[in-house]
């Protein structure tokens, strides 16, 4: 078992920052690939960016360029460096620990442990 707790949103202006942590506990997260998933209102949640468990990060095109993501297993945490915001960006976002596995032609992080979220808002 896996327990997922977010943290470092907030409200910024458009153009401004955010770090967004997620700390696990309960076990390790080194076997696990991770992803961090955003959902706005009245929109379907959507993946923004995950890590393989080797470290290799995977982008939604929209944020490719202004996020990063990372992983420090010896610290069990899971980071989203946020830049260049936008108004697009605000949304509720969660971090997930889950398994690779092939959907079709493309390897996809398919998630077994969520967090609860953490708010995003950025104001123009």
């Known amino acids: 078992q896996v327990f997922l707790a977010e943290s470092g949103g907030g409200s910024v202006n458009v153009g401004g920052s955010l770090r967004l942590s997620c700390a696990a506990s309960g076990h390790g997260i080194s076997n696990y690939c991770l992803v961090w998933f955003r959902r706005a209102p009245g929109k379907e949640r959507e993946e923004v960016a995950s890590i393989s468990n080797i470290g290799l990060p995977k982008y939604k095109n929209s944020v490719r360029g202004r996020f990063t993501v990372s992983r420090d297993n010896a610290g069990n945490t899971l980071y989203l460096q946020m830049n260049s915001l936008k108004p697009d960006d605000t949304a509720m976002y969660y971090c997930?620990?889950?398994?690779?596995?092939?959907?079709?032609?493309?390897?996809?992080?398919?998630?077994?442990?969520w967090g609860q979220g953490t708010q995003v808002t950025v104001s123009s």
């Open positions: 997930a620990a889950g398994h690779q596995e092939w959907r079709g032609i493309s390897e996809v992080c398919a998630p077994v442990y």
